[in-house]
């Protein structure tokens, strides 16, 4: 079951393709190890209690689906509810994401008759998921290439009309304010009074 490592590593791999030219290999190599390890560590887990490859690596993949799918979906309902039953909370989703995976575990060493036959659309689902960060480091990693051999064409491109910079440029701060105390409670808490910022 090649498509547990792929599976393992997409997490990580996708993130970091989401965040390039944020953040570079040395803070991210590790939890792609890590997420390696775990992926490998739950293949040979389920493989001594199920002995057979192929189960074992669909209940992998099962639970590597719902663990890193977790959070998305908390962020996605938190503070949500079905039938006046609050779903966005940790106490209610993992209980649901618990019998989910316990169901399919089940379903996986009890019913599934031929586990052999998910194994090549695994495989391909799990190739067709890796080709999206791939597909961004070599855009970006082709994108920087050309910057770097044409630093003036690619800076004078960056703005229409501008011209590249020479001799020292100057420093700008371009300062967004993503979150910003009331002036009540920056007075009472902090003894600040910001009337002037705010006229």
């Keep these: 079951p090649w498509y547990v490592i792929l599976f393992s590593l997409y ?12 953040i570079g290999l040395t803070a991210t190599y590790r939890a792609i190890l890590v997420c390696l390890f775990v992926g490998l560590l739950l293949l040979g887990l389920s493989w001594l209690w199920l002995r057979e490859w192929a189960r074992a690596g ?12 977790y959070g998305h979906l908390y962020s996605y309902l938190e503070g949500k509810s079905v039938f006046k039953i609050v779903i966005g909370r940790h ?9 989910i995976l316990l169901m399919g575990i089940w379903w996986v060493a009890k019913k599934l008759k031929s586990p052999t036959g998910l194994h090549s659309t695994l495989n391909w689902i799990s190739v067709f998921l890796i080709i999206f960060p791939l597909f961004n480091f070599v855009t970006y990693g082709f994108s920087t290439w050309q910057a770097e051999q ?9 703005i229409p009309g501008a011209k590249p ?13 993503d979150g910003y105390g009331r002036s009540d409670v920056l007075r009472k808490e902090l003894n600040f009074d910001n009337t002037y910022f705010l006229n």
């Design 11 to 22: 997490p990580p791999l996708s993130l970091w393709a989401y965040n390039l030219g944020q």
């Design 58 to 69: 669909i209940v992998t993949s099962l639970f590597l689906l719902l663990f890193f799918s």
């Design 91 to 99: 106490r209610v989703l993992a209980i649901i994401w618990l019998i």
């Design 150 to 158: 044409n630093p003036v064409e690619s800076e004078s491109r960056a």
């Design 165 to 177: 910079l020479t001799g020292n440029p100057p420093d700008v701060y371009y300062i967004i304010l």
